[in-house]
Structure formats: C-alpha cells, structure tokens
C-alpha cells in the first residue's frame, strides 16, 4: 500500500509481502525463533496463560501455515509472553518466560529447552524476578537473557549455565545496567566482531535505543555481558512498547510499534556508523511488542494483532 497515510501522517511503505493468521489467540506479544532449522512461534494463550509453542511450515512455493498438530503446550503460566531462543546444544530451543503471578507480586523467570518434537530436556531454575517480559539469544556457546528489573526498571542479563541445582542464571556473572526501560529489552547477536546487544525504549522520552557488550575470542566463554554505555545510540524513533532487534551482517534491523499508533514500524540501522538506513511502516497493526528472526536469508516476522489472534509475516527482501 505505497503512498497510503498512517494515523500519524507518515507514509506507509508495507515491509511485510505475506502473512499467515492462526486460530489461536493471545493478550501479549509474541516469540519468533528456530529450532534445529525450523521456524517456530511461542506465546502466552489469552485468558488461561499457558505457555504455548507450535512449528511454523515454509512451503516451496513461499507459502507458510501454523502447524496445529504439533502444538505443544507448557504446563506452566506466563506474564506477558516467552522469549525463544536457540540452545547451545545443537537441535534444541530455550524458552524462557515470566511466571504469571495473580497476586501482583513478583514474577520469577523460569524456562525449559525443548527438542524438535517439543519434548522439555532441561527445566531452568531460578531466582530472578521482573515485571515484564523476558529476552532471550544464544551468545557463541551461552544461552544470555534480559530482562526489566523490579521496581528498578534497570536492565538485567545474565548467562545460563547448567549448575549442581540444575540449568540456571549464573548470579556471579548477572550484570545490571543503569539504563532503564518501562517495557521489555531486545537482544541480538553479532557473530563478527563477536558481540551481543541490547535495545530498548528508554524509560520517559520512549526513544529507541542500543548499546552492546564486547565479547573475547570464540573460545573463551564472556565473563559477565557487561553493556557498554560508551557505545549507547539513540535514532530519535519512539516506541509504546518495547522493540524486537535482529543484526544481519552490518546492520540492525528494529522491529517495534509506533509512538501514539499501533502500527508495526521497521528501521534499518548501520552498526558500524550509527546512521539510519531506512524506516519502513506497515499497515499491519498490534498493541504488543513484535518479534523478528531470520532463517535461509529470509527475514520473519510475529505479532498480536488487533483482533487478538497471531500472526507471522515474511519481510521483503528489499526491505530487510
């Protein structure tokens, strides 16, 4: 729909060439990730918020659908929805997510990994607590996860690491930043130069924001992913939510909802110079944050729409 106006008198440039909506149903943002080379979306299920995890079939032909009969559901609740990610071993998926409190108390993270066929392999335990959703990326050979402290607002990471009480966040090597965020933090990996980012929208001016942690060599596990202000950007874009991040070669790409709209919004960001490439804004609208990844040089995307049902999309390849 090139030439048509946002609600907020932007031109709408439609990033999103395809996309699928399931049956299913949910009141928070959804995860995109893969498992052993397959595509898969997680998320909370609206009204009971149990952790729900279900295969996402490519077609040759470019078509996709939601594969219903391999739909696994979690025997846990959530607040807010999962963060997927690759496992550090081969063939495996960490989902991790936020306990769903009906007391509005604290929520502990907790998490499992699952095999192709959804079987859990490992159940993390943990001490951690946030009021909102998780993040979670695989960092060379460490599962790392973020998250929005309590009260604080301060953004957390640590790595998970398999311990005599079982698969956990290793609290020796728990970072805390300064920065702050009303919502949900990002991250993504770049494998060369070897670091991990973090992206948020910034607590009061909800401004999107960046910054990364410098990893060592391939070889020697990061001691603690220890965020760099020096290396904080700003691009004077803003959120109501918190964004979903994905690094392809030199460039991030933002993946958010508009400032006082709903509508999806992706920014192209050189990382070596800081410079905005491109912004793209979709018709396609969502109150949640949205989740990105890529698989076979093809970048997709997730989010709750309007309607409270999911949706996946496949970005154009011009665009991503």
């Given amino acids: 729909m090139p030439g048509a106006v946002s609600p907020g008198g932007s031109q709408l440039t439609e990033f999103i060439e395809y996309s699928v909506r399931a049956d299913d149903t949910s009141d928070s943002g959804p995860t995109l990730s893969t498992i052993g080379g397959e595509l898969y979306i997680g998320w909370t299920g609206e009204n009971n918020h149990f952790v729900n995890i279900m295969p996402i079939v490519r077609l040759p032909d470019g078509q996709m659908y939601f594969d219903g009969e391999r739909k696994a559901i979690l025997s846990n609740r959530a607040g807010g929805g999962p963060a997927l990610c690759p ?4 063939g495996e998926g960490a989902l991790v997510w936020a306990v769903d409190n009906p007391q509005g108390e604290l929520n502990g993270i907790i998490g499992a990994t699952l095999n192709g066929n959804l079987n859990e392999t490992r159940e993390l335990v943990s001490f951690e607590w946030t009021d909102h959703s998780p993040a979670a990326e695989l960092w060379v050979k460490e599962v790392n996860v973020a998250w929005t402290g309590s009260n604080n607002l301060q953004i957390n990471c640590a790595p998970l690491t398999w311990e ?23 991250l993504s990996w770049r494998p060369a130069p070897n670091r991990m980012y973090v992206g948020w929208t910034g607590e009061g001016d909800h401004e999107l924001n960046l910054m990364y ?43 958010y909802r508009g400032s006082g709209n709903e509508n999806l919004n992706l920014l192209r960001v050189d990382l070596d110079d800081g410079s905005v490439i491109a912004k793209n804004i979709s018709g396609h609208l969502s109150s949640y944050r949205p989740a990105i990844t890529g698989l076979d040089g093809v970048k997709y995307v997730a989010w709750t729409g309007l309607d409270d049902h999911l949706y996946v999309g496949r970005v154009a390849r011009d665009m991503a």
């Fill in 87 to 90: 496992s550090e071993v081969a």
């Fill in 164 to 186: 005599d009480s079982g698969w956990t966040f290793s609290s020796a090597r728990k970072s805390i930043s300064t920065e702050t965020t009303p919502y949900e933090p990002a």
């Fill in 213 to 255: 942690c410098q990893g060592l060599d391939w070889g020697t596990p990061q001691r603690r992913t220890d965020f760099d202000r020096g290396t904080k950007r700003t691009f004077a874009e803003y959120s109501d939510g918190g964004p979903a991040i994905r690094v392809q070669a030199a460039t991030m790409i933002f993946l």
